[in-house]
Nanobody, 123 residues
């Protein structure tokens, strides 16, 4: 059974950095676009970043551009989200997800989801 497992979340001070990882098991996702989403309490899950199957293209929501970087290592079946200059508005549960194609920002376009990892930012 295909699984995505996120790790790397935690508590960090505002301005600090975290690196999230998402490792796949049960199947390879080397042909899939991958995305990161986040969901804060009381809010809808929102798109954060995506990367094409070979890492050649990336796209970010405006609020994280210049601060977050998505990358992937298909040999390790792992996707990363490097988060720098974390702000008080960034705390949420962060999810990784897999889609058939690149270019989607809607939750419904992603077929596989991880269980999420909590990111907390202290001011």
């Amino acid at each position: 059974q295909a699984q995505l497992v996120e790790s790397g979340g935690g508590l960090v001070q505002a301005g600090g950095s975290l690196r999230l990882s998402c490792t796949a098991s049960g199947r390879t996702f080397g042909d899939n676009a991958m995305g990161w989403f986040r969901q804060a309490p009381g809010k809808e899950r929102e798109f954060v970043a995506q990367i094409s199957y070979n890492g050649g293209r990336t796209y970010y929501v405006d609020s994280v551009k210049g601060r977050f970087t998505i990358s992937r290592d298909n040999a390790k079946n792992t996707v990363y989200l490097q988060m720098n200059s974390l702000k008080p508005e960034d705390p949420a549960v962060y999810y990784c997800a897999a889609a058939r194609n690149y270019g989607y920002t809607e939750v419904g376009r992603y077929d596989y989801w991880g269980q999420g990892t909590q990111v907390t930012v202290s001011s």
